[in-house]
């Protein structure tokens, strides 16, 4: 277990997650925010695959994890940290029938304790403008607008939203 919330709990990927990870990174809905490109079984068991294989590696800055749900151990999304020039970037995704349930608060709420705990001294996350969701959680939680930029995967508004921890 890398760290849990109240309902949830963050841990290493296995590659028992193909069949929940596939339909997660499978979904147009899903990644419209995020890379804007779905991908097929075999594309995403070899993600997963490399994914995995990460966790071995020295001086990883690229960190990947399921959320599960703690009541009945469903693997519901995941879970990121990744360098972002010297920086650490959070990020989340969550199987389409888990939103609207306050997963996202939740899981930002607790990356923002296990951020701490590890002794980072700042994250950041961007969000695509119409994510207002994403947005709101962010602003919630006292990050603050930094950068407002047209992204240059998706071509369009994105925002930069930092939190000194």
Partial sequence: MIFETERLLI????????IAFNELESNPL????????????????????ELIAKYDVLN??????????????VFIGTVALVKDNG???????????????GFGSEICKGLIFYC??????????????????????LEKLNFKVVKKFISDDLKIPETKYELEL
């Fill in 87 to 101: 920086i650490d970037e959070i990020g989340y995704r969550f199987l389409e029938r888990y939103w609207n349930l």
């Fill in 116 to 137: 701490r705990q590890i002794g980072m001294p700042k994250i950041v996350g961007y969000v695509v403008d119409e994510n207002i969701a994403s947005a709101k959680i």
């Fill in 11 to 18: 841990r290493k990927l296995k590659l028992e997650d193909l």
């Fill in 60 to 73: 990883n800055d690229f960190w990947i994890y399921a959320i599960e749900q703690k009541k009945d151990m």
């Fill in 30 to 49: 899903v990644l419209k925010y995020a890379t804007g490109e779905v991908k097929n079984l075999e594309e995403n068991q070899q993600e997963l695959e």
